[in-house]
């Protein structure tokens, strides 16, 4: 599989949350709004909420991400008004980088990647400053386009916002790779959109069974990416 291009997801491909968004983090959250909820209840709570992710309509709306944030804490024992207002807080966190953390082998890959010549770029349903993210994490020079839904206006997997990032780095569909973590953002909307794509499936849980029918390579960690490029 050769490329000029390769694109990454950010949330759960190249960081992961830290204390703050998880259990204890969450009972933090309702707690400063007057809720008592059960931490332990997080992990059911996500799963529960996480088709609210999935909407047809892909033009951005931070109101999805704060109803489904919603869901959690009400899946966790919250209720009342305050439910809203805990929400949004937590959404405007989501954004701040000091809030996760770099899976080890990142920095690693993106230099190895770069050095073999291959223009990097970032594609994230999110409204996290991008910019912000590579001098946090430390990666300047080597991100060549980002491009977030929030600002973009449309997330994945419409075709547009693959569209957008491969003219930021001058590359047509058939010369470019998105890695995510997501079968039907990052996967399935590259391939639409014309690019190849490789699934970055880091847990133990079954692998989505669509990577296997479109013979998708599935990737358990990014350590696996250079060998495929």
């Given at each position: 599989?050769?490329?000029?291009?390769v694109?990454f997801?950010?949330?759960?491909?190249?960081?992961y949350?830290?204390?703050m968004f998880?259990?204890?983090?969450?009972r933090a959250?309702?707690?400063?709004?007057?809720?008592?909820?059960?931490?332990?209840r997080?992990?059911?709570?996500?799963?529960?909420?996480?088709?609210?992710?999935?909407?047809?309509?892909?033009a951005?709306?931070?109101?999805?991400?704060?109803?489904?944030?919603r869901?959690?804490?009400?899946g966790?024992?919250?209720?009342?008004?305050q439910?809203?207002?805990?929400?949004?807080?937590?959404?405007?966190?989501?954004?701040?980088?000091q809030h996760?953390?770099?899976?080890?082998e990142?920095?690693g890959?993106?230099?190895?990647?770069?050095?073999a010549?291959?223009?990097?770029g970032l594609?994230?349903?999110s409204?996290?400053?991008l910019?912000?993210?590579?001098?946090?994490?430390?990666?300047?020079?080597l991100i060549s386009a980002?491009?977030?839904?929030?600002?973009?206006?449309?997330m994945?997997?419409?075709?547009s916002?693959?569209?957008?990032?491969?003219?930021?780095?001058d590359?047509?569909?058939?010369d470019?790779?998105?890695?995510?973590?997501?079968?039907?953002?990052?996967?399935?909307?590259a391939?639409a959109a014309?690019?190849?794509?490789?699934?970055?499936?880091?847990?133990?849980?079954?692998?989505?069974?669509?990577?296997?029918?479109?013979n998708v390579?599935?990737?358990?960690?990014?350590n696996?990416?250079?060998?495929?490029l």
């Amino acid at each position: 599989m050769t490329a000029r291009a390769v694109f990454f997801d950010v949330d759960f491909t190249l960081i992961y949350p830290g204390p703050m968004f998880r259990g204890e983090g969450y009972r933090a959250f309702c707690a400063r709004h007057g809720m008592d909820v059960d931490a332990a209840r997080f992990p059911q709570a996500v799963a529960a909420a996480a088709p609210l992710l999935d909407v047809p309509d892909e033009a951005y709306d931070d109101e999805i991400y704060i109803a489904y944030t919603r869901r959690i804490i009400e899946g966790m024992g919250g209720t009342g008004p305050q439910v809203d207002a805990c929400a949004r807080e937590v959404y405007v966190e989501w954004a701040a980088c000091q809030h996760f953390e770099l899976y080890d082998e990142v920095p690693g890959v993106l230099r190895e990647l770069a050095k073999a010549g291959l223009r990097i770029g970032l594609i994230s349903n999110s409204h996290r400053c991008l910019a912000s993210f590579q001098s946090h994490f430390e990666l300047q020079g080597l991100i060549s386009a980002t491009v977030s839904s929030s600002q973009h206006g449309f997330m994945k997997p419409h075709p547009s916002i693959f569209a957008a990032a491969l003219q930021l780095v001058d590359a047509q569909p058939a010369d470019a790779v998105m890695v995510g973590d997501s079968f039907r953002q990052d996967v399935a909307g590259a391939l639409a959109a014309g690019m190849r794509a490789i699934l970055l499936h880091r847990g133990d849980t079954p692998t989505p069974p669509g990577a296997d029918a479109l013979n998708v390579p599935v990737i358990k960690s990014l350590n696996e990416l250079v060998a495929l490029l």
